[in-house]
């Protein structure tokens, strides 16, 4: 399996997870159908959450990550006052909404795009209490670690400030580093648990013991020798947890990706999101040939999808060399 098909698989299997669990949101986990009944319709006498929305279609999660990832590829840096313009116009216009169609959006962003309506500075604008933890910012980050060239320490810099855009609590900001550190070792082909191995040392290399951020991490994300039960919910600690207890659930086996999203949906509750988080993990170890084909086939809005993937995969794939970026300080 080559890079770009890694890249392709991470960047669709975000979508396809996130597309699949929208008609099941909101359900809790006794009220999702049997995992082999999960599909982008699903079975008959099911109350599907947004009725209007036709089967296949991506939600505010795909949406936000589209919009960042045509932000990094167009400015050639992270410029989070150029992605908040960016998540402004989604909400207010439909921007890589499929059909310009906005159906959900999450509390905290809600909040920080009114501040940056009202010309918040986007560094500033998600709120910062230690109860503004959802998913939101996790749900997109994906794009960054696929786009990213520069070292690890630059990477978790730049996962911490696209997630103060609309989730500013230093938690929030340590979930979505630890995913892009997670998912660049997947990048490299590495087993699903050798690279979440790989990546906690690498946060560790750039946050040690002793500061701030590790101890959040240890304290809050992942505590030290606690015990957790696998949930579906909106918190983006339960996301996180949720997403790496999937992908390295097989052990040293394949990863199937059709088990992973319909394991994440099976969790109930915010089922697109975190089938999203999942599923953009799953996607990188399988590339895209490995999610499954009906899905790909039915996931609508693949015309506004293609040009990015074009656009990313010239960017990180050198004719007989194939970098996936610096991992000095791994």
Do not use: K
Request: proline share 7%; hydrophobic share 45%.
């Amino acid at each position: 399996m080559n890079l770009a098909d890694r890249i392709r698989g991470g960047l669709l299997g975000l979508l396809v997870g996130d597309a699949l669990g929208v008609p099941y949101e909101f359900h809790p986990a006794h009220g999702i159908p049997p995992r082999e009944e999960i599909d982008f319709v699903p079975p008959p006498g099911f109350d599907r959450a947004h009725r209007g929305v036709p089967p296949g279609t991506w939600s505010d999660d795909g949406a936000q990550a589209l919009v960042l990832l045509e932000s990094l590829l167009r400015v050639g840096r992270l410029d989070l006052d150029d992605v908040g313009r960016g998540l402004v116009r989604w909400a207010d216009e439909g921007w890589y909404a499929v059909d310009r169609h906005v159906f959900d959006i999450g509390v905290q962003t809600s909040h920080a795009v009114a501040a940056l309506r009202a010309g918040v500075p986007a560094a500033l604008a998600g709120p910062s209490d230690v109860h503004a933890n959802g998913n939101g910012s996790l749900m997109r980050v994906l794009p960054l670690a696929l786009w990213h060239l520069g070292s690890d320490a630059e990477l978790v810099a730049d996962a911490f400030a696209q997630s103060a855009v609309t989730h500013g609590h230093v938690r929030s900001q340590v979930c979505g580093a630890l995913y892009c550190l997670f998912a660049r070792r997947l990048l490299l082909g590495m087993p699903p648990a050798a690279a979440w191995s790989a990546a906690w040392a690498a946060f560790e290399q750039v946050h040690p013991e002793g500061t701030p951020e590790h101890t959040e991490l240890t304290s809050a994300v992942f505590p030290t020798g606690a015990a957790y039960q696998v949930r579906g919910g909106g918190y983006v600690v339960e996301s996180i947890r949720a997403a790496v207890a999937l992908v390295t659930a097989g052990g040293p086996g394949p990863v199937d990706f059709a088990r992973v999203v319909t394991g994440a949906i099976a969790l109930g509750d915010d089922t697109d999101t975190t089938a999203c988080i999942a599923g953009g993990l799953a996607g990188i170890v399988v590339g895209e040939g490995g999610i499954p084909r009906r899905w790909l086939d039915a996931l609508r809005g693949r015309e506004l999808v293609e040009p990015l993937l074009d656009q990313l995969v010239a960017r990180r794939v050198v004719p007989a060399c194939g970098t996936v970026g610096d991992t000095r300080g791994t």
